[in-house]
Nanobody, 126 residues
Framework: QVHLVESGGGLVQAGGSVRLSCVVS????????MGWFRQAPGKVREFVAT???????YYADSVKDRFTISRDNAKNTVYLQMNSLKPEDTAVYYC????????????????????WGQGTQVTVSS
């Protein structure tokens, strides 16, 4: 059984930084492409960042140059380093994994992912 467990969320002031972690169990992590998505109150879930099996990364325009996704295959963990946070970054952040796609534009779509974490809240105060 696959489990994805996020951690690291919380309350932070605008301009601050937070690092989210997502630990994966039940899968061969090195064969698992990963993504981060977020959902703000009253809004649909949206793509944030993705990292392929070869560690190629892609970001939503709204977070480019502020957020960094990375993976540590030895620890079965994917990270999302979030800097220069803005109030509009407030959302529940979800990590997701897929064994069906190794890379490419498919990783920007929610339907490409097989497994999801429970989410972690990030609140950015102004």
């Amino acid at each position: 059984q696959v489990h994805l467990v996020e951690s690291g969320g919380g309350l932070v002031q605008a301009g601050g930084s937070v690092r989210l972690s997502c630990v994966v169990s039940g899968r061969t992590f090195s064969r698992y492409a990963m993504g981060w998505f977020r959902q703000a109150p009253g809004k649909v879930r949206e793509f944030v960042a993705t990292i392929s099996l070869s560690s190629s990364t892609y970001y939503a325009d709204s977070v480019k140059d502020r957020f960094t996704i990375s993976r540590d295959n030895a620890k079965n963990t994917v990270y999302l380093q979030m800097n220069s946070l803005k109030p509009e970054d407030t959302a529940v952040y979800y990590c997701a994994g897929t064994g069906r796609y190794g890379g490419g534009s498919a990783l920007r779509r929610m339907e490409s992912y097989d497994d999801w974490g429970q989410g972690t809240q990030v609140t950015v105060s102004s």
